[in-house]
């Protein structure tokens, strides 16, 4: 499953734009294409409307409509690897432990990201290997 340049294809989600914009560039910086979306009505219909060929999605696991939007993602898409970014501490999140023990059928793999905590300084070298890692 890759783009029609043949590089792979992530589907990023986000309520955050500048976020998820700074998502595209370090997967870019990695040679995979991204989608981006603010959110999850939008990515649906993307995905219905254009045929991606999505292999990694990243999702905010806190917006409106993620848990139903992976269900539906997982079985459009077998073998789908998930990265879940929410916006609270991993403690403060009920949907995310879930998720990693117990992702729905059809998702290969699912990964934790903590976001940097607003002021936090972020190394884009310490991202980019952290999404590496969990692509590989």
């Known amino acids: 499953m890759t783009a029609?340049?043949?590089?792979?294809?992530?589907?990023?989600?986000?309520?955050d734009l500048g976020f998820l914009m700074?998502?595209?560039?370090?997967?870019?910086?990695?040679?995979w294409q991204s989608v981006p979306s603010l959110h999850c009505r939008q990515?649906?219909?993307?995905?219905?409307?254009?045929?991606?060929p999505i292999r990694t999605l990243v999702i905010?696991?806190?917006?409106?409509?993620?848990?139903?939007l992976l269900a539906r993602l997982a079985a459009a898409y077998?073998?789908?690897?998930?990265?879940?970014?929410?916006?609270?501490?991993?403690c403060h999140t009920g949907l995310s432990p879930s998720l990693r023990q117990a992702p729905p059928r059809g998702i290969r793999a699912c990964s934790l990201?903590?976001?940097p905590a607003p002021g936090e300084q972020v190394s884009r070298t310490e991202w980019v290997s952290k999404i590496r890692k969990m692509l590989s």
Do not use: C, H, Y
């Open 4 to 15: 029609r340049n043949g590089s792979a294809l992530a589907l990023i989600i986000d309520d």
């Open 22 to 31: 700074w998502l595209g560039e370090l997967f870019a910086s990695l040679g």
């Open 43 to 52: 990515a649906l219909a993307l995905t219905k409307q254009f045929d991606l």
């Open 60 to 68: 905010n696991p806190e917006l409106r409509g993620a848990k139903q």
């Open 78 to 90: 077998p073998g789908l690897r998930v990265v879940l970014i929410p916006n609270a501490p991993v």
């Open 113 to 115: 990201l903590e976001r």
